[in-house]
């Protein structure tokens, strides 16, 4: 697949540079811009539609026709600037180094700035128009479908504040972002991990693909120094981190008291419209049934035959003579397709595209950036999948869920007009999740063997534990340090270091010793920087297993209503576009039902076992 210096940089215990790897293993960033000159002629277009908006501000409650003309200038701009953002995201992301592009990076942030600044006047002036008269906008075909548009700028009202504040506030959303943006250049392209001999003893130099596929490893001293190497510079860089996290918190609570919400939580899921009430439901529904998580690490330990489960023993096999099966991306590539065939050729058709033109950079190289993502919505152009492939099953796993969002994101730009061409966070996991689902499904009836089904239902377990209650966890963890930060409390290394050991603990049970290093977690998850978005995965993963279900057992009317799901964007409220898919977020039972089939796979699992 590769040539000589890939296999020879590899060898040497290095990452291969991107341009040992092939072309269609890269993204195709032509499909955005041609060249980079092009992405500065629409920089500089959208830099010349600044001024305009200063054409409609103080006028928009004076005349409909003037608030046509405002929209359209402000929908024209925002296509123009999330197509640049996108192209500059994905140029910076597939390697951190490169100057032209970090620079590009920051120009496009100040841009956004620029923009959000300019048209803050916008929402503020709507708010002062008459409701009967906006709704008169709606009459004319072009703003036809601008009722949920009206809908959500009045619900808003209250938390909408003076042009000069709103344009303030903007100003600020770019100096918001610089912990985040920090967090993410030292950790993925200047921290330095150690180098360490692998199992094979031959040195290797430790990476954020190389920690998690260690986690797989049969073999526990080399799991060990993994997690140990792995953790070394979070470790060191702990005060310095803590800076960055707390600063994080702050600038989204000094936010939600400018905007006068109660509360940094009830900002963030003011904006999709998600009562409180679903996110603390989540964490309390998750507590009250941790008994199948704490069976899941009692059989762990039994089965590995150790004296106490380890944070780094958390995803490797319990069976011993198991061996992973490795697969290529093009093999991972055919299963995936294969597993939602259920879904008809609506869906595959798109798949099968992104599959063949290079949507998907698929390989860890120098400096690219770690983990992987689904870029979401760019209206006029098709989402883009980041990966770092390391030939394990979790990769699979990793490709159908970031396809799951690939999906969503597509099916909504081509079916939403651009005011609705992104959906939320809160509906994005559910997307996701479901591919998973439905892979596993898939993966289970194909097995050709107890053992490959065992494994299999290993695999189901470390899913729920990883995406449903380590993500609770996280979640509650989130609340807790902002409700602590919100209430003067002043949060140090060490006080996060104690608060996320007892919750581990809590979570996983007396079967699990937590490291010193593990302490450390708090410092390394992105996520933690994104204000609430880690309670998604949960909900999202509870949601999409009522949706295979009834996928499985209802079939194509079920379909269609998941197609019609994929295609509604933000054209409704998250918690309705659910609803109208079949699943009630407002109930606890999705939750109780995801416990439940944990403590089934656990059944069956110790009967094949004969335990």
């Not at 197509?83 to 920051?106: A, G, P, Q, T, V």
């Not at 504040?161 to 344009?167: D, Y």
């Not at 600063?247 to 904006?271: M, P, Q, V, Y």
Request: charged content about 25%.
């Amino acid at each position: 697949m590769f040539g000589n210096r890939f296999l020879n940089s590899v060898e040497a215990g290095g990452l291969p540079s991107r341009d040992e790897i092939e072309e269609k293993y890269k993204w195709n960033l032509c499909d955005i811009y041609l060249t980079n000159d092009d992405w500065e002629k629409d920089f500089q277009s959208v830099k010349s539609n600044i001024p305009k908006y200063s054409n409609y501000e103080g006028n928009l409650t004076s005349d409909i026709n003037l608030i046509k003309e405002c929209l359209l200038l402000d929908e024209e701009t925002g296509i123009k600037l999330e197509r640049l953002y996108l192209y500059s995201m994905l140029s910076k992301d597939s390697d951190l180094r490169k100057e032209i592009y970090l620079s590009m990076d920051n120009r496009i942030k100040s841009l956004f700035a620029e923009v959000s600044a300019a048209s803050a006047f916008i929402k503020p002036e709507l708010l002062e128009v008459d409701e009967n008269a906006l709704r008169e906008l709606v009459s004319e075909e072009t703003f036809s479908h601008y009722h949920h548009f009206i809908d959500e700028l009045l619900r808003d009202k209250k938390h909408t504040l003076g042009k000069a504040e709103e344009k303030i506030l903007a100003m600020e959303s770019e100096i918001n972002s610089i912990p985040y943006d920090v967090f993410s250049i030292f950790t993925d392209a200047d921290m330095k991990f150690p180098i360490i001999e692998n199992e094979n003893g031959e040195p290797i130099e430790m990476s954020h693909g190389r920690f998690y596929a260690a986690l797989y490893s049969k073999n526990r001293e080399y799991r060990k120094r993994a997690y140990e190497a792995f953790y070394k510079p979070f470790r060191g860089f702990s005060n310095t981190i803590n800076v960055l996290f707390n600063g994080n918190l702050k600038a989204n609570i000094i936010t939600a008291k400018a905007r006068k919400f109660n509360s940094a939580l009830h900002a963030s899921l003011n904006r999709n419209n998600i009562p409180i009430s679903v996110y603390n439901n989540l964490i309390k529904s998750v507590e009250d049934n941790l008994q199948p998580m704490h069976r899941w690490a009692e059989l762990k330990k039994k089965l590995l035959n150790v004296e106490y489960l380890a944070p780094y023993d958390s995803y490797v096999t319990i069976f011993e003579n198991h061996s992973e099966k490795k697969y290529t991306y093009n093999e991972a590539v055919k299963i995936v397709f294969d597993s939602l065939q259920i879904m008809g050729e609506e869906y595959l058709t798109p798949l099968r595209t992104a599959f063949e033109n290079r949507w998907i950079d698929v390989y860890e190289t120098q400096a690219k950036r770690s983990g992987a993502y689904s870029s979401g919505t760019t209206f006029g152009v098709h989402p883009f999948v980041l990966l770092n492939w390391t030939d394990l099953l979790n990769d699979v796993f990793t490709l159908a869920h970031e396809m799951g969002h690939n999906m969503h994101s597509y099916f909504t730009g081509k079916y939403q007009p651009y005011i609705y061409s992104n959906y939320s966070i809160f509906l994005a996991e559910v997307a996701s999740t479901f591919n998973e689902s439905l892979l596993h499904e898939y993966l289970i009836k194909n097995s050709s063997s107890k053992e490959e089904k065992l494994f299999l239902m290993e695999k189901y377990l470390n899913n729920v534990t990883a995406t449903f209650y380590r993500q609770t966890m996280f979640a509650e963890f989130e609340k807790s340090v902002y409700e602590k930060t919100e209430n003067g409390i002043s949060l140090s290394s060490s006080d996060l270091r104690l608060f996320y050991k007892e919750l581990y603990q809590k979570y996983w049970g007396s079967a699990m010793f937590v490291t010193e290093d593990e302490e450390y977690t708090w410092a390394r998850i992105p996520h933690f920087y994104y204000n609430f978005y880690v309670f998604q995965y949960a909900t999202g993963f509870a949601a999409s297993e009522a949706l295979t279900t009834k996928v499985k057992h209802e079939g194509s009317m079920a379909v269609q209503k998941y197609l019609n799901f994929l295609k509604a964007g933000s054209s409704d409220y998250s918690i309705n576009i659910l609803k109208n898919a079949g699943v009630n977020m407002d109930s606890s039972e999705p939750i109780i039902a995801t416990a439940q089939k944990m403590n089934e796979i656990l059944d069956e699992m110790e009967i094949l076992l004969n335990i």
